[in-house]
């Protein structure tokens, strides 16, 4: 159960926080928003309680860090969230300090949305889960001021929006016959791999589930060799597209996977932001992009990146760490945009907060409610 003064406050902004914003409503003969006050932003460490101890390539864990954000304007609260997966080099610790950093009370139009994440881009380099939970709590608001959700804004249809992936950890033929069972409705399974047990993961997956499969390695693939027969046998086990099969320094081996590969091959560690993404077109490393708004800094990177990989003719996928409906809704919104969804972040926590995006049939439903389109629950 969260409450308003658990949250901490940006130094710089501590003092406008203590008085009510000053407001004032008035129609305007330009049609312009004509609410008035302070932006004022909180923040406070939360820690996400997954479901399973999770099992990637690299490591295994039972909880996620996070910081979730609120910027209030005129008595209108937009909320955000950081989910900071450990090896990802994020932390409570990292968070605080940066947040710390970020005063809002400096601007007095949230539709500045361009100078008012520049700035927060610009207070140090690195932290994107960080800066993401700014954006993503200013992108909330802004909706709300305008009273539509993201989607609508961007010009979005709500019916195109995808299928989305489940996905089963690596784990031992018998845990993964285990979680089988909780994939309910999903019409697309998302396989990690990348330990000593590739086949026997998807021979276990296959022989419970005929739907379509994706296979993420999360760089554990040392050989390319290796890695292109599997990437052969893969297809034949009916999986779409593999995410960072071989580590993100590899990219020659990377590109020469990329222009042999019967499936698709997408950048997911080696493509963080916008910069990335365009050294990735140059160099023919990845044939798709995995973007993530814990990597791309929120929701306004993403789109962009989203449509400049169209644009590139690479396939683009947007996935999620393990996040509340918080930071999944958020994302949800650039479905409609994008190839394939991996949106399961929300399911696999216990103590979600939120409510917002929702998966009905394995596809993704787009909450129509303004802004990011959640309710807080707790
Ligand atoms: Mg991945």
Not at 221 to 243: N, P, S, T
Not at 305 to 330: D, H, Q, W
Request: proline residues 5%; contains cysteine.
């Amino acid at each position: 159960m969260s409450d308003r003064r658990d949250f901490l406050i940006g130094a710089a902004a501590a003092g406008a926080a203590l008085v009510s914003p000053m407001t004032s409503f008035g129609a305007s003969r330009t049609g312009r928003l004509t609410r008035k006050g302070k932006l004022v932003f909180r923040f406070r460490p939360y820690t996400l309680e997954m479901k399973h101890v999770f099992t990637v390539a690299e490591m295994s864990r039972s909880t996620t860090p996070a910081m979730m954000t609120e910027i209030e304007f005129d008595g209108l609260i937009g909320y955000g969230e950081a989910s900071m997966p450990p090896y990802l080099g994020e932390s409570h610790k990292t968070a605080q300090e940066f947040l710390s950093k970020v005063d809002l009370s400096t601007y007095d139009d949230p539709f500045q949305m361009e100078r008012i994440l520049g700035d927060v881009d610009a207070i140090s380099p690195g932290n994107p889960a960080a800066k993401a939970s700014v954006d993503i709590a200013l992108h909330d608001l802004v909706g709300k001021l305008l009273g539509q959700p993201w989607f609508r804004i961007w010009g979005l249809d709500a019916a195109k929006a995808p299928l989305t992936t489940f996905t089963i950890g690596i784990d031992t033929a018998a845990v993964v016959r285990e979680k089988m069972k909780e994939v309910g409705g999903f019409k697309m399974l998302k396989v990690k791999l990348g330990k000593d047990n590739d086949r026997e993961m998807i021979e276990t997956v296959r022989s419970m589930s005929k739907v379509p499969l994706t296979a993420d390695p999360n760089q554990g693939w040392q050989d390319r060799q290796y890695a292109i027969d599997m990437a052969h046998w893969l297809k034949e086990q009916g999986v779409l597209y593999i995410e960072q099969p071989m580590p993100k320094e590899r990219i020659d081996d990377l590109a020469w996977l990329t222009a042999n590969s019967p499936l698709p091959i997408l950048g997911d560690e080696g493509i963080q932001r916008l910069p990335d993404l365009i050294k990735a077109k140059e160099h023919g490393t990845y044939g798709g992009v995995v973007i993530k708004l814990m990597k791309t800094t929120g929701m306004r990177e993403a789109h962009t990146m989203a449509r400049l990989a169209r644009s590139f003719g690479m396939k683009t996928l947007i996935g999620c760490m393990t996040e509340t409906s918080c930071a999944v809704s958020a994302a949800s919104h650039l479905t409609p945009l994008i190839d394939w969804a991996d949106l399961d972040g929300n399911l696999l926590i216990k103590n979600d907060i939120f409510e917002g995006m929702k998966v009905v049939d394995g596809r993704i439903v787009l909450s129509d409610q303004p802004g990011i389109g959640i309710k807080k629950i707790a």
